[in-house]
């Protein structure tokens, strides 16, 4: 049976009078079962509802809730889908979940290609495998924005590219979601000889077309690990290639903002720190619509490092803070840490060679904790303290991929270990450490 567990109940909120706790599971609203949090929402959006709930013993009981029509219940849901998440039936030559190691936390090995993941969290799709009642439920529901990967409209190409015949056909479905009404963010999974050059041209040729329904294209390099014994031979970009990859995208951009006002197609940051190119302009990236798939976070990151001030008279005694980050971020990090001079404060950064996943990963969001915890390690001289980024860490978990924690890193050094998730917290914990 469908269920949705309960994790957290809010204090003072219906569903605390009612009783129900963590750990009960939510079973049915007004006769019906729910798959989601989207149905739920639809469900609940009256001013009498039933609910059916396990309770953790087992048994079952059944609540009549009188409130207002927008009132919340107070439920929070240990997952969004309550149902079984949508498996990617695709064998993409590029994908990143083949290349993690074994002996990793089961979550890391999920391939999930669900469209109510795509609407709720941004999470990207391949369409493979909707059929008709869920294309119908996108509509009827009006599931928008939905975030698609395309990597190719050629079809054949596309195919070859996921293992899946089904795959073909992605002009077709993004035609019939774009004139439903569903607008679409759009990415590319760039690989060198496969769908770049004409390929590449050619998609966003056609993703262009269906503009305004496709608001965006984000283009990013593919991700190779050292963990690739079954997968495919793949490369990544040259800094020449990369540089033929940003003149052909600048070109579309100059386009689309003469046309439509905004750029259309954005590229990875990768691509720009791969050749040392300078990145584009904070106008140039529209309200950034995909900074969470890594387009824009190094504008991003320095405007609002500009417009942080901090207000310090620096420190009475020395204090050594070491800021940890990628290699490709130590480029932008470097000249800016280098700026910041405070009374008796001395910054080191350190650039973490990416042992885990081997040295051809080089952003900071895949560090491990293992990784940081050597690379501070080998560092010599006085450390009072060390700052982590926060992108490394898990959403929701304060942990790294491999499971360890700043806390487990503080118990190792023996010294105060703080994380900085953007800019503005980075600056501040430099400025206000003690």
Known sequence: MTKGTICRVQEGSIAAGLGIVPGDALLAVNGKAVRD???????????YVELLVARQNGEEELFAVEKE??????????????DRIRPCANKCVFCFVDQMPPGMRESLYVKDDDYRLSFLYGNFITL???????????????????YVSVHATDGAIRAALLGNPRAADI??????????????????VLCPGLNDGPVLERTITDLYALAPGVLSLAIVPVGLTRHREKCRPLRGFTPAEAENVIAAVAAWQRRSQTETGSSFVYLADEFYLACGHPVPAYDDYDGFPQLENGVGIVRSFLAEWAETAVKTSGYKD???????????????????????????????????ENAFFGPG?????????????AA????????????????????????????RSPEDLAQTLGLPVRVAHFAADLKGLLAAWR
Do not use: M, W
């Not at 990963?361 to 940081?372: H, K, N, P, R």
């Not at 501070?376 to 499971?403: H, M, Q, S, Y």
């Open 37 to 47: 949090i989207i149905d739920l929402s639809f469900a609940l959006a009256d001013e």
């Open 171 to 188: 002009l077709g479905r993004l035609r019939e979601l774009t004139a439903s009404g569903i607008d679409l963010h759009a990415q590319v």
């Open 318 to 352: 020395p204090l050594q803070i070491d800021v940890v980050c990628g290699r490709s971020a130590a480029a932008i990090l470097a000249p800016l840490l280098g700026a910041f001079a405070l009374p008796n404060l001395a910054v080191r950064l350190v650039a973490v």
């Open 128 to 146: 493979t495998n909707l059929g008709p009642r869920d294309f119908a439920r996108i509509r009827r529901l009006h599931l928008s924005p939905l």
């Open 69 to 82: 029509y927008d009132q919340d219940l107070g439920l929070e849901f240990a997952a969004a889908v309550f």
């Open 361 to 373: 990963v080089t952003v900071t969001g895949l560090l491990t904790g293992a990784d940081i915890a």
């Open 376 to 403: 501070l390690r080998r560092e010599t001289g006085p450390r009072d303290g060390v700052i982590l980024p926060g992108v490394a860490l898990r959403k929701g978990e304060n942990i790294f991929l491999d499971g």
